[in-house]
């Protein structure tokens, strides 16, 4: 695909394919890498993350933190009390329909400059997608997807689908001796819209959830003998509405 060179290539590309795909220069840009000074920090805090008790007893090997913030159209990030994740099974046929607490997004990352600056971006390339929305209530999710020499790791074990939110980033963090891992864009009738594979730190899709699905094919280790895992941000935002 060829690189985008500014916001508004980047929101054009949103609104006519319903996503895009960012290598790392370019989101290197949009988010102004120099005021990331917690980087580092925030990388390394993937090696710390809880099991994912909800994925436990189906031998699936995920790892995850959450945390919701609330964003003003106006400029105003602020987190919000730890609540559950929550997804009908419309969305979410393997584990829709309950509320799944998980451990929270620690505090200095959640704080931090990265992660704010992440928001902001999002806020603001959804918010000029959307100018009508004040308000928009944000999850955030830490993951990291383990692959075994006996068993492949799923970013996505539901499958191919939709969130049930109205935008969506996910921001490769890390790889480590991974293979595959192969993003594909689906149309509501099925038919594949786009592929790409987040290999490099920083690689970005972000999608319009309304109006496309998206999935994430099994991950192998390269080297049986050797940990594997894939480390990603993911990122919604959904409206809120008086009827929220």
């Known amino acids: 695909m060829t690189p985008l060179p500014d916001t508004s290539a980047l929101h054009d ?5 319903g996503f895009a795909f960012v290598t790392p220069d370019i989101m290197r840009t949009l988010l102004e890498a120099s005021t990331l000074d917690d980087w580092p920090a925030f990388v390394a805090s993937w090696n710390d993350l809880a099991p994912d008790t909800y994925l436990a007893a189906s031998g699936r090997h995920r790892r995850r933190r959450h945390a919701t913030f609330a ?8 987190r919000e009390a730890h609540q559950p994740h929550y997804q009908s099974l419309k969305y979410n046929p393997l584990q829709g329909d309950i509320q799944r607490w998980f451990e ?14 992440i928001l902001g971006f999002c ?3 959804f918010g000029a997608l959307a100018p009508a929305v004040s308000r928009w209530h944000v999850e955030v999710h830490q993951f990291r997807i383990e692959a075994r020499a006996d068993e492949a790791g799923e ?3 539901e499958g191919v689908h939709r969130d049930g939110v109205d935008y969506v980033l996910v921001l490769l963090i890390d790889r480590e001796n991974i293979e595959s891992g192969t993003t594909t864009i689906h149309a509501r009738d099925g038919a594949v819209l786009g592929s790409f594979t987040l290999t490099h ?5 972000l999608v319009d959830d309304a109006r496309v699905l998206h999935g ?7 080297d049986p003998a050797r940990p594997a895992h894939r480390d990603v941000l993911v990122v919604t935002f959904k409206a809120v509405t008086s009827a929220t």
Do not use: F, K, W
């Open 201 to 205: 730190a920083l690689d970005a899709a």
């Open 216 to 222: 994430v094919t099994a991950v192998t280790p390269l």
């Open 123 to 125: 806020r603001d390339c």
């Open 13 to 17: 590309r949103l609104q006519r394919d």
């Open 155 to 157: 970013p996505t074990p």
């Open 104 to 117: 929270p997004v620690l505090p200095a990352i959640g704080d931090g400059a990265s992660l704010h600056r």
């Open 71 to 78: 964003a003003d159209a106006d400029g105003g990030i602020r």
